[in-house]
């Protein structure tokens, strides 16, 4: 590779675009000292303030550590460093196939906690009310239904401005399945609601989202029906909480997960579903963009995404650029030492880079939240691993270095070309600053590193093979990513 340089230039690929906040790569540092935390195997785990001190405290339930150990419900205070301390006699049944969601559900300004579970012989539907320091107390204005796996959901499905309450499960020990929605009356008193048009095939995961454009919440569940066939639904909401099941024509995955969230930044929600169509053959993973109506077209995501079952999806900005970046857990084809924790960065226009690899995890949780007071989204993981211990709690810091972008780049400032290029680009910048230029592949492997200077032409003899590729150029004043297309 020869850099010549005479006047400085930046070209990449058709989309060119500055970043208006950061531009960085993600990293995250498991921390060290690392806390005591129980596993949490077949269990739930979420962040929130629940003392009001400002910072995230965590709860955790499940397994405590291996397939047939002590099962548990346990609540760790954060002491604002992410140092996290058990809280004893916290008044939780000890719980596993559990599920767990934290929600101002009695409108008093505190983080109450809504969970389900098995409590052996029978399931368990519970709500507890904080006193905001912390302490619970179980609610006994409402009866819910008594329900194991599943999931449960807090969100405001009626647009009365308080939290309602989604359940889907099955009953212990007859196995009824069962979706079931409560509407509150803002003071923490539900009612079901009898007629809502849902069936009751099971669903391993429900998330809420406008799908459709039409302003209401519509409900997406990954699951499978009376036969056990697995089923990707959606269900159509008509604005009062009456749903009717659509026709998806997605693939249908189980022992998978899947998450909501608008991906390409064109304001509606695209869909990313991981797993294996019939839990025993080789797991893939499917992207799929939405025209704003509902109608999904999946993209062919090659080799961008390590392909995972038994895992956890979740979409999140982990170097606050203002897009979602991408969270997977599970385990690849054949198990054993093949399992995964990947975290894949946007670099807009439907390209995702892995940029950080994390200790494999499969029958996983997680949860995220700025848990040391540095602005950045922290992670919390815990599953089944590989090696001593087998299962554990993981706590991850989030060290990415955010680059405050001093100056905009103005499209008369930026010239590209030639592109698509042959192994030969220029560069133009029209401001003075000293650039770092590198360019990754689409795993997230650095490549190619050189130094520009700007005030002068510069062009850069690339060999390498056809393809796609990252390019970031970072200055003291600038920061800019984009594609990279090689065609020879």
């Known amino acids: 590779m020869i850099l010549r340089t005479k006047h400085f230039t930046f070209i990449i690929f058709s989309l060119i675009f500055s970043l208006d906040m950061n531009a960085q790569r ?47 419900s346990t609540f760790y205070l954060n002491d604002g460093s992410g140092n996290f301390t058990e809280m004893m006699d916290d008044g939780l049944p000890d719980l596993q196939s559990s599920n767990s969601v934290f929600g101002d559900i009695d409108g008093d300004g505190d983080e109450d906690l809504l969970v389900n579970g098995d409590i052996g012989p029978t399931g368990f539907t519970g709500l507890f009310l904080n006193d905001g320091n912390g302490n619970f107390t179980a609610s006994t204005t409402s009866t819910f239904a008594q329900i194991v ?27 009824d399945l069962i979706r079931i929605i409560y509407v509150n009356d803002g003071q923490g008193f539900f009612t079901a609601l009898s007629e809502t048009g849902l069936d009751n095939s099971h669903i391993d995961q429900a998330e809420f989202g406008d ?48 998450a909501i969230g608008d991906l390409d930044e064109d304001e509606d929600l695209d869909l990313l579903i991981s797993g294996s169509e019939d839990g025993i053959s080789e797991p893939d993973v499917y992207l799929y963009l939405n025209d704003g109506n509902g109608n999904f077209s999946r993209m062919n995501t090659g080799n961008t995404f390590k392909k995972v079952d038994l895992g956890k999806n979740d979409f ?84 990415t270095s ?81 594609k990279l297309s090689i065609i020879r």
């Open 211 to 258: 799908v459709d454009g039409d302003g209401d919440l519509d409900l997406l569940g990954l699951g499978s029906d009376d036969n056990d066939n697995t089923v990707f639904s959606w269900y159509l909401n008509d604005g009062s909480n009456g749903y009717t099941q659509m026709d998806t024509g997605l693939d249908h995955v189980s022992g998978g997960d899947f």
């Open 316 to 399: 999140l900005d982990f170097d606050g650029d203002g897009d979602l970046d991408i969270c997977m857990t599970g385990s690849g084809a054949g198990g054993g030492t093949n399992i995964h924790t990947t975290i894949y960065e946007n670099f807009g226009n439907n390209t995702f880079v892995q940029a950080d690899s994390l200790i494999g995890s499969y029958v996983s949780r997680t949860t995220f939240g700025d848990i040391n007071g540095d602005n950045l989204m922290d992670f919390i993981l815990s599953g089944t691993t590989v090696g001593t211990p087998t299962f554990k709690t993981w706590v991850y810091l989030n060290n």
């Open 26 to 72: 993600i990293n995250f540092n498991l921390m060290d000292p690392h806390p005591d935390i129980k596993g949490g195997l077949f269990g739930g785990m979420d962040l929130a303030d629940i003392d009001g001190d400002g910072d995230l405290d965590l709860y955790i339930s499940g397994r405590e550590d291996g397939w047939v150990s002590q099962d548990h």
């Open 402 to 482: 955010i680059i405050s972008h001093l100056s905009s780049i103005k499209g008369e400032d930026l010239k590209v070309f030639p592109n698509p290029s042959n192994g030969r680009i220029n560069f133009k910048v029209e401001q003075e600053d000293n650039f770092k230029v590198e360019i990754f592949n689409l795993l997230g492997k650095l490549i190619y590193s050189t130094q520009v200077r700007s005030g002068s032409d510069a062009t850069l003899h690339l060999d390498l093979p056809s393809g796609a590729y990252i390019l970031i150029a970072q200055g003291e004043k600038l920061a800019y990513q984009s």
């Open 149 to 175: 796996d599943g999931d449960i959901e807090l969100i405001d499905l009626d647009a009365d401005d308080d939290l309602d309450i989604f359940l889907t499960g099955k009953t212990v020990p007859d196995e």
